[in-house]
């Protein structure tokens, strides 16, 4: 029988078609593993739910996708850029009028937020948040065009819905944080913007929902 810490990796894998990867204790000769195990501190109830939500958003972005050009290796840099424009706008439409907590319900959120105010509380926290800060829009920004020397930094919306701009730096989460969080499939990833931990759709740059304040570094701005 599998214990709870098991069933629960479990379940996120098998949600995300991974499952076949992992053999839990039947194995005569196991290999041995340099990738640290993913370990995600959520009941089974609240992951299965927060998986099925992550699962309805990428069959229906998909479907609301569907119709556009898929960019291959062949694809101009102007067909990509209006490959991802259209992607943006579907993916707006579709969720008008979604807000916070339509992914990260308070079941998980209070989960997550456990977890990484564990992790950033524990001996590696200055590290971590060190890491966080890599790339975080609030703290980085890209080399002004006039003064290499000089920082410019987009302008952000933390709010569901809102794009991420181009321009802005990609968000860092250090390795250890995602090894504590639900995998994601390729369409959506984790990041931060300021203190925040969001969920954004990967091509279409758009915010599907976010945690305010779960990174607690005051150097961070908000």
Not at 4 to 9: E, K, L, T
Not at 52 to 73: C, M, N, Q
Not at 158 to 174: E, G, M, Q, T
Not at 200 to 219: H, K, M, Q, T, W
Request: aromatic residues 4%; contains cysteine; glycine residues 8%.
């Amino acid at each position: 029988m599998l214990d709870a810490g098991a069933m629960r990796v479990k379940l996120a894998l098998t949600a995300l078609g991974l499952a076949g990867f992992l053999a839990f204790g039947c194995s005569t000769n196991p290999v041995p593993s340099l990738v640290p195990p993913q370990v995600i501190e959520m009941d089974a109830e609240t992951l299965e739910r927060f998986l099925g939500e992550i699962d309805k958003y990428v069959l229906l972005r998909r479907s609301v996708l569907a119709h556009l050009r898929a960019a291959t290796a062949n694809s101009s840099a102007e067909q990509v850029s209006t490959r991802q424009r259209a992607s943006t706008e579907a993916v707006v439409a579709y969720r008008r009028g979604k807000k916070r907590g339509n992914i990260f319900t308070r079941d998980v959120e209070a989960a997550i937020r456990r977890t990484l105010g564990r992790e950033f509380s524990g001996p590696g926290g200055p590290a971590i948040i060190k890491g966080v800060k890599q790339g975080n829009p609030m703290d980085e920004g890209n080399p002004s065009p006039s003064d290499p020397r000089k920082d410019v930094k987009s302008t952000m919306i933390l709010a569901v819905n809102a794009i991420y701009p181009d321009a802005a730096p990609a968000s860092n989460v250090p390795p250890s944080l995602l090894l504590k969080l639900p995998p994601l499939p390729e369409e959506v990833r984790y990041g931060f913007i300021g203190r925040a931990l969001i969920l954004r759709d990967s091509e279409a740059n758009v915010i599907l929902d976010f945690i305010p304040g779960v990174v607690p570094a005051p150097s961070i701005r908000r």
